[in-house]
């Protein structure tokens, strides 16, 4: 079983940039990973994924062109780089472990435990 620890949310201002982290207690280049997020009273919805070699990558339209996802597969870890933020942007980010580079979460078999980000206007 792999666990995962997202970390690197906080409180911006609108414009600003975050980096969020997730570490992975196994090794994960057999793997897709992905970013999903959850604002409240809203369904978790996709953000972005990666394939196993790092070398695809998908964005939701709603943060195409500001958000960068990467991974070392070395550490074991999935990275995204959050640029231009905005207040619609708040919600708690969780990463995700899955077989297929997917936009469904339902494939996505391991789940970390989240990190705030919250966006001030």
């Known amino acids: 079983q792999v666990q995962l620890v997202e970390s690197g949310g906080g409180l911006v201002q609108a414009g600003g940039s975050l980096r969020l982290s997730c570490a992975a207690s196994?090794?994960?280049?057999?793997?897709?990973m992905g970013w999903f997020r959850q604002a409240p009273g809203k369904e978790r919805e996709f953000v972005a994924n990666?394939?196993?070699?790092?070398?695809?990558?998908l964005y939701a339209d709603s943060v195409k062109g500001r958000f960068t996802i990467s991974r070392d597969n070395a550490k074991n870890t999935v990275y995204l780089q959050m640029n231009s933020l905005k207040p619609e942007d708040t919600a708690v980010y969780y990463c995700?472990?899955?077989?297929?580079?997917?936009?469904?979460?339902?494939?996505?078999?391991?789940w970390g435990q989240g990190t705030q980000v919250t966006v001030s206007s």
């Open positions: 995700g472990i899955s077989n297929i580079p997917t936009t469904r979460r339902d494939f996505y078999v391991y």
């Open positions: 196994g090794r994960t280049s057999s793997y897709a």
């Open positions: 990666i394939n196993r070699s790092g070398g695809g990558t």
